[in-house]
């Protein structure tokens, strides 16, 4: 039986339930990414008909693309959602879920834009773009 995966925001007052096996997540080091979060963003992508939402009305979005929009907690603004709406999925930040998790990153994204102050030397997978 499968069991349900949980997180939230810092303040709680958004709080998600996924019921999915959580796919192996990405760190997605490009500009866009570490401005929303502030550094790489590690996010799962789960079908949007496993994720429970609650709270909802305390999201806010960004519509950071034409074909993308990031979601955060109006009160703390916590980063949660990295949701390309034409799709049938949605990324998660792997930080706001509670523990365990049960997986592993996978591998580095967009890594030629990733940020002068750090390097990435835990032998994963580099995708420049």
């Known amino acids: 039986m499968l069991e349900l995966k949980t997180g939230s925001c810092?303040?709680?007052?958004?709080?998600?339930?996924?019921?999915?096996?959580?796919?192996?997540?990405d760190a997605c080091h490009c500009r866009q990414c570490r401005k929303h979060s502030g550094h790489f963003f590690a996010s799962t992508d789960v079908p949007?008909?496993?994720?429970?939402?609650?709270?909802?009305?305390?999201l806010s979005?960004?519509?950071?693309?034409?074909?993308?929009?990031?979601?955060?907690?109006?009160?703390?603004?916590?980063?949660l959602f990295f949701d390309p709406p034409?799709?049938?999925?949605?990324?998660?930040?792997?930080?706001?879920?509670?523990?365990?998790?049960?997986?592993?990153?996978?591998?580095?994204?967009?890594?030629?834009?990733k940020g002068d102050y750090y390097e990435i030397a835990d032998g994963l997978p580099q995708h420049p773009s």
């Open 86 to 113: 034409a799709r049938d999925w949605i990324g998660i930040a792997m930080g706001a879920f509670d523990s365990p998790t049960e997986t592993h990153l996978e591998m580095h994204i967009f890594t030629a834009e």
């Open 10 to 25: 810092l303040c709680g007052a958004v709080r998600f339930q996924v019921d999915a096996p959580l796919k192996a997540p």
């Open 48 to 58: 949007k008909r496993a994720l429970r939402i609650e709270g909802e009305d305390q």
């Open 61 to 79: 979005w960004y519509h950071s693309s034409a074909k993308v929009r990031r979601g955060f907690c109006k009160h703390c603004g916590s980063s």
